[in-house]
């Protein structure tokens, strides 16, 4: 489900739900409707007698290949591994199930409307917003929720057992001292120029180097693409939007923006009538100019607020209740509202404040937005005809003239490119689909995100192929080399070595030191060139070991002279978190593991 929804929405769930689902599940989805990926609802595997439709199967198939997690030539084996998951997945909600955990529809609904990414502007649950999200994935609402509360309880589950984990003091103290060590060495670069000969290559070795090679000299399946893409941000470029539109626009916005809010409150109790009575007489002095934070300070009985003039802060709607609400947002700057009923306690409320600011700094925005909503019809509309029009026509071009829009065109391109257009999920897994590449039709359109259409064509198509040595001879020449000479320096230090092992003394060598290093890489020594001094073993009877590195360009000596210790400091605590991390990590992988070994598990 959640692969789906990221790849159609560029994030905008991802963000907020895969940080609590196990990206294990990355693939599933829920089973919404469909027929068109296969007409066979046969039993494809059976968990603990729970079966598995290959219709299910096949769904999350085609997701992962339209979204373009998964290249078409890749269909069997993501297939075998959606499956594996899937199975994976209904052990763990089996044992959920088995363990009485229970997700009410109340938390449910409280998780959902949580998402920033089905809130407005204003940080409220917007059901349009909602539904359209879901929709561009593919899924309903009911389905939504119904795989949410699955990987939700999963979650619960996973965490318990991660929580579960525990790690030895001696475990941590061992962990603790090792990272803490420092090692102390010299090191001497050797580089093309400490060869005896400089390095050459002849024909034969650049053929016997390319034929072990043709795998780095495979060009990939590529096409030559026409496409045409409907922005709806370009047609909100320019028209006209009048002044009273943005003032309007801006009114409905400053009606229903954050408000800074005071109140005096009375509990009602049990005398309702001397209740009202007494924030009578408050709304009285206030009508007689009595200054509210003054009338708040005698009356209120909101200990809290009363001596503060009754001030709340910034509110939003949805935090006091609906009739609390409805009063506050009816209310302009300055003004104070009639008596207010919020069932135990009666209100009066002023609002102090409006968190949005003036006109004049938000007419840009207001008239960019303003010039979007009144492009939305015409946008609609032409994805309509553009969608109509792409489906029936023999070319692009055509369709490119009837909507008016630019008939752009590709070089080369494979299925892995970094063009920011092409590289958009689904994009090159429609250029590669079967009806585009194969029988030359037009792609369906393609829903990039909320206000991009785009629907594509394969011009030319060339397959994958290894490339002829004369078209890469440069690049054996380059690499055939970079590999002859790395392996004559190996040979050269491995002779330094055991020269330096046997007590010999070299000319030549221009040694560094390098003190106390330790392994965290916060040096400005290579990389691995400390993690090889760190793979050497303790030096003995102030003999140095000598050791090697492979580097950039190069390769280094290196002689290891003492062994240290660093004084305990904040890393301690981070080793002793990721100790726990990779315990609660097995923990749940030995969860799995022992799932699938009681269970009944049967895959066609």
């Known amino acids: 489900m959640l692969q789906r929804i990221r790849d159609r929405s560029h994030g905008w769930v991802a963000k907020t739900i895969v940080g609590f689902i196990v990206v294990t599940f990355a693939f599933f989805g829920v089973e919404s409707i469909i027929g068109a990926f296969t007409g066979s609802s046969d039993e494809i595997a059976s968990v603990n007698g729970d ?10 198939v085609q997701r992962a290949i339209r979204s373009g997690q998964v290249a078409p030539e890749q269909e069997r084996e ?17 044992y959920a199930e088995e363990g009485g955990l229970h997700l009410s529809e109340q938390q449910l609904d409280q998780l959902i409307v949580s998402f920033p990414e089905f809130q407005d502007d204003q940080g409220r649950f917007d059901a349009d917003v909602f539904r359209n999200r879901l929709a561009s994935a593919g899924y309903s609402p009911t389905s939504f929720r119904e795989q949410l509360r699955s990987d939700t309880l999963r979650q619960q589950l996973t965490d318990g057992f991660a929580a579960s984990a525990f790690v030895l003091p001696g475990e941590e103290e061992t962990l603790s001292q090792l990272q803490r060590q420092t090692r102390s060495f010299r090191y001497a670069t050797l580089s093309q120029a400490d060869l005896e000969s400089p390095v050459t290559l002849n024909e034969d070795e650049l053929t016997a180097w390319y034929d072990s090679h043709q795998d780095n000299y495979r060009r990939p399946a590529q096409v030559k693409l026409a496409y045409v893409l409907l922005d709806q941000n370009e047609l909100a470029d320019g028209g006209e939007i009048s002044e009273d539109t943005l003032k309007a626009e801006y009114a409905a916005k400053r009606a229903d923006a954050p408000r800074e809010i005071a109140h005096i409150m009375v509990e009602k109790g049990d005398d309702v009538a001397a209740a009202r009575a007494k924030l009578e007489g408050a709304r009285d002095a206030l009508a007689n100019g009595e200054d509210f934070a003054k009338v708040a300070a005698e009356v209120s009985e909101d200990s809290s607020t009363a001596e503060d003039g009754g001030e709340l802060g910034v509110i939003t709607r949805g935090i006091f209740g609906e009739d609390f609400d409805d009063a506050a947002f009816a209310l302009d700057e300055g003004q104070v509202s009639d008596i207010v009923d919020t069932g135990d306690s009666l209100h009066l409320i002023k609002v102090t404040g409006l968190d949005i600011a003036p006109f004049d700094e938000m007419r840009d925005e207001l008239l960019t937005q303003a010039r979007k909503s009144a492009s939305r019809d015409t946008f609609n509309e032409k994805a309509q005809q553009l969608k109509d029009e792409s489906f029936a026509a023999d070319d692009l071009a ?65 397959p994958a192929t290894t490339l002829a040595l004369d078209e890469v001879k440069q ?34 060598i221009d040694w ?22 760190f793979a050497l073993p303790h030096p003995e009877a102030d003999q140095p070991v000598y050791g090697k590195a492979a580097l950039k360009g190069g390769i280094a000596l290196i002689a290891l002279t003492d062994v240290g210790e660093a004084e305990p400091g904040d890393m301690d605590q981070f080793l002793s978190r990721l100790a726990m991390r990779l315990q609660a990590q097995s923990a749940v992988e030995g969860l799995q593991e022992s799932l699938r070994e009681s269970a009944d598990i049967e895959r066609k």
């Open 51 to 60: 079966k598995i439709s290959r219709q299910s199967v096949e769904t999350e």
């Open 78 to 94: 993501a297939r075998n591994q959606i499956i594996t998951q899937m199975i994976d997945s209904r052990l763990l909600d089996q």
């Open 398 to 462: 055509s369709v490119a003239e009837d909507l008016d829009l630019p008939l752009e065109k590709t070089d080369w391109v494979a299925q892995d490119n970094d063009d920011e257009l092409l590289s958009e999920p689904g994009v090159m897994a429609a250029a590669f689909d079967d009806e585009v590449l194969k029988e030359g039709y037009n792609s369906d359109v393609i829903e990039l995100d909320d206000s991009r259409r785009l629907v594509l064509r394969v011009l030319e198509q060339r």
């Open 475 to 508: 690049q054996v020449q380059r690499e055939a080399k970079a590999d002859k000479t790395a392996k004559a320096l190996e040979a050269l230090a491995q002779t330094r070595i055991e020269a330096l092992r046997e007590g010999k003394s070299l000319e030549g």
């Open 512 to 533: 560094r030191d390098a003190d106390d290093v330790s392994r965290h890489g916060d040096s400005q020594l290579p990389e691995n060139l400390v993690k090889q001094a």
